[in-house]
Structure formats: structure tokens, C-alpha cells
């Protein structure tokens, strides 16, 4: 089994000192940054928009994975594009015309992604295999870091991973929410290729080791 890739999620960094923790995830064995922007609307909590997302930029070494919670997200992807983003993930749940966002998403040269909300079935992308290039799914109600991974959403990533093997996709499976040295174990069990993780890294008291023991993680 590889190792997941793992995305720190930027969300738990010390925004007084961005340069340092992104320079901190540039040295360390994470392999994307994981960017979670919160508009107050489609998720109760605001967290940044374009200046950060540069400024991250202009220091990252490794690519940045943006995670939409916004409503009407297509009217922002040419704009997260031109600020430096690889991966553009948009919510299922606020895309009326999803098929058509992923599209966009591709178009504006980036890895297009879809994050599954907890109620939201797994059974439901498997028409649009072919649009996306990675699926997120929730291991929590998305808005705040910290919360505890709600076991309900791993059959999810087992059945996503049956689903995508039949229909031949080479779409990676991620997980957001949760993640850490205790709960890797059992996503990685469950078929995941990447893991985001936020407090569980800048929240350690020596994040490099936090990032190995996760990209470590075998079966439970
Ligand atoms: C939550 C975000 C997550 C969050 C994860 O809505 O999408 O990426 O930063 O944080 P932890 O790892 O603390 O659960
Ligand atoms: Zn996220």
C-alpha cells in the first residue's frame, strides 16, 4: 500500500506567522498544502480569500489544494487559478450545474475536485466519473478545524473506492476532518489515497513528526 499523501491544512496555521508554517510544510514530508476558504454562508465560519491565498503562494513549494465552502463557487475559479491553485475542490451540495464547475475547473488548468457533505451519497458522482480527479469526503460537518471525525462517513470512502474501481476512474479518494495519529489508521483501511490534516499538525508540539507518524500510517 503507498503511503497517503497528506495535506496540512493552513486553516490551523498561526496566520501572525504564515511564512514560518508554510515554510515549515515545505520542509516537512506533507506533499500538498490544503486550503480551506469559508465564505459565512455555505458554511458557518469565514476564513480567508485571495491576499492570503498569494501569500501563501509566493512561499509554497508544493501545491496548493484549494477547498471551496462557498455557495455559487464557479464565479470564483478562474480566480483561484490565476492565485496559484493546483487542485480546486467544490462542494456538491452548492452546485446546481456541478458537471459544468468541474469543467471550468479543468479548463482553468487545475485538478478538479468534489467534497461530499455527510448526507450526501457517494452513488451520486458515478455518472460524472469521468469529470473529476479527486472526491473529498467530510469526516465532519466542514466549517471549523478541530472537531472529531464522525465514523459514519468511512463505509463512504469504502464504497467511493468499490464505485470508482468498476468504473475504472484513476480519481483520488481524500478525507477531511478529524484526521490524526489515532484516525489515520482506519482511512488508509478504508481506501484513501490522501488525508487532510490540520490540527493534528499545527497543533503538535513538533508538526515534522506529526506529518511522519501520519504519512506512516498502515492498517489498524
Ligand atoms: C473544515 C476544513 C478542514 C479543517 C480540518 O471545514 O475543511 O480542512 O481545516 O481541520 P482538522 O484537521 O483540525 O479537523
Ligand atoms: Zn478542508
Not at 170 to 196: E, K, S
Amino acid at each position: 500500500m503507498n503511503p497517503p499523501i497528506i495535506a496540512p491544512s493552513i486553516l490551523a496555521a498561526d496566520f501572525a506567522n504564515l511564512q514560518r508554517d508554510v515554510e515549515l510544510i515545505n520542509r516537512s514530508e506533507a506533499d500538498w498544502f490544503h486550503v480551506d476558504v469559508m465564505d459565512g454562508v455555505f458554511v458557518p465560519n469565514i476564513s480567508f480569500g485571495f491576499p492570503v491565498m498569494e501569500a501563501i503562494c509566493r512561499h509554497a513549494t508544493k501545491p496548493l489544494d484549494v477547498h471551496l465552502m462557498i455557495v455559487q463557487p464557479e464565479r470564483y475559479i478562474d480566480a483561484f487559478a490565476k492565485a496559484g491553485a493546483a487542485a480546486i475542490t467544490v462542494h456538491y451540495e452548492a452546485c446546481t450545474h456541478l458537471h459544468r464547475t468541474l469543467t471550468l475547473i479543468r479548463e482553468a488548468g487545475c485538478r478538479a475536485g468534489v467534497a461530499l457533505n455527510m448526507q450526501t451519497p457517494v452513488d451520486t458522482l458515478i455518472d460524472i466519473a469521468d469529470a473529476f480527479d479527486q472526491v473529498l469526503i467530510m469526516t465532519i460537518n466542514p466549517g471549523f478545524g478541530g472537531q472529531k471525525l464522525l465514523p459514519l462517513s468511512i463505509p463512504k470512502v469504502v464504497k467511493l473506492r468499490r464505485l470508482l474501481t468498476e468504473a475504472q476512474s484513476p480519481a483520488l479518494i481524500g478525507v477531511d476532518g478529524g484526521i490524526d495519529q489515532h484516525t489515520i489508521g482506519m482511512v488508509v483501511a478504508a481506501g484513501i489515497d490522501y488525508a487532510v490534516a490540520g490540527t493534528s499538525v499545527f497543533g503538535a508540539a513538533d508538526p515534522l513528526l506529526a506529518i511522519q507518524t501520519l504519512k506512516k500510517a498502515r492498517q489498524p
